[in-house]
T-cell receptor, first 112, second 114 residues
Framework: NAGVTQTPKFRVLKTGQSMTLLCAQD?????MYWYRQDPGMGLRLIHY???????AKGEVPDGYNVSRLKKQNFLLGLESAAPSQTSVYFC???????????FGPGTRLTVT | DQQVKQNSPSLSVQEGRISILNCDYT??????FLWYKKYPAEGPTFLIS?????DKNEDGRFTVFLNKSAKHLSLHIVPSQPGDSAVYFC?????????????FGRGTSLIVHP
């Protein structure tokens, strides 16, 4: 049981480049989430999904897109990276909206 | 506006003493509360939770207290150990139906000195 995995672990992008972060979970959870963590700001929700084929905006969705084509995967895309998107990104999953979330190890992204 | 607040960004405690981490919320719809622990360079991990039908929940050295009238909860760690040094996040959610996604506080960094 791998739990929640994230790919890649580290990435450096130049301003304007695009990339996709992949999250995978093997717990058959319905809910999946993408957060970013910045110093002093805690965990801020970017987008989330309540099931396969669904996505919804969180607190800070601008500049990001997501897709959940398969139940076990949740992709986060940056179409045109900006330095303000330098952050640590965490993916999480849960069985119910209120239940405990299982987090991945994080992706450290630097945009120069 | 923050619906879940952790007003102390950091807390320093001596090993063996009690650590008390506080969390306040504003939304009366919240009825389920969770604490997560996060070590550097790792993802947060679930620590303990409490439902609004209770006012206390214990798990070993960790106890969470809920005061619904004050919209306040606290996490007590007794006795504190150096390995407890981490960032602790409080989260609140609602079980009353609908897609009520948990809201996180900004975290409190706990340092336990040997």
């Amino acid at each position: 049981n791998a739990g929640v995995t994230q790919t890649p672990k580290f990435r450096v992008l130049k301003t304007g480049q695009s990339m996709t972060l992949l999250c995978a979970q093997d717990m058959n959870h319905e809910y999946m989430y993408w957060y970013r963590q910045d110093p002093g700001m805690g965990l801020r929700l970017i987008h989330y999904s309540v099931g396969e084929g669904t996505t919804a905006k969180g607190e800070v969705p601008d500049g990001y897109n997501v897709s959940r084509l398969k139940k076990q995967n949740f992709l986060l895309g940056l179409e045109s990276a900006a330095p303000s998107q330098t952050s640590v990104y965490f993916c999480a999953s849960s069985q119910d909206s209120w239940a405990e979330q299982y987090f991945g190890p994080g992706t450290r992204l630097t945009v120069t | 506006d923050q619906q879940v607040k952790q007003n102390s960004p950091s807390l320093s405690v001596q090993e063996g003493r009690i650590s008390i981490l506080n969390c306040d919320y504003t939304n009366s719809m919240f009825d389920y509360f969770l604490w997560y622990k996060k070590y550097p360079a790792e993802g947060p991990t679930f620590l303990i939770s409490i439902s609004s039908i209770k006012d206390k929940n214990e798990d070993g050295r960790f106890t969470v207290f809920l005061n619904k009238s004050a919209k306040h909860l606290s996490l007590h760690i007794v006795p504190s150990q150096p390995g407890d040094s981490a960032v602790y996040f409080c989260a609140a959610s609602s079980t009353s139906g609908g897609s009520y996604i948990p809201t996180f506080g900004r975290g409190t960094s706990l340092i336990v000195h040997p």
